[in-house]
């Protein structure tokens, strides 16, 4: 099973909370939506070969909204 890193939505460096500043009706929102509870991203984890050794990778979803909202 792929070990993925683990993504801290609020961190403590940024005095702005990440959640929030996603508004309901935006393209964003929207994209986010879809990604996490629409699209199924399991085939990407059977590509991963970091059970037992290597650093933890960014899961795929995250890498997939870099991609689309840059």
Known sequence: MA???IIDHNP?????VLDAQ??????????DYLIDNELDL???DKRYKND???APAY???VMLKI???A
Do not use: N, Q
Not at 12 to 16: A, G, L, N, Q
Not at 22 to 31: D, P, V
């Open 3 to 5: 070990r993925y890193k």
């Open 12 to 16: 403590k460096f940024i005095p702005v």
């Open 42 to 44: 399991s085939r990407f």
């Open 22 to 31: 996603l508004m309901a009706g935006s393209f964003e929102y929207a994209l």
């Open 52 to 54: 037992d050794t290597g």
């Open 67 to 69: 991609v689309l909202l």
């Open 59 to 61: 899961a795929p979803a």
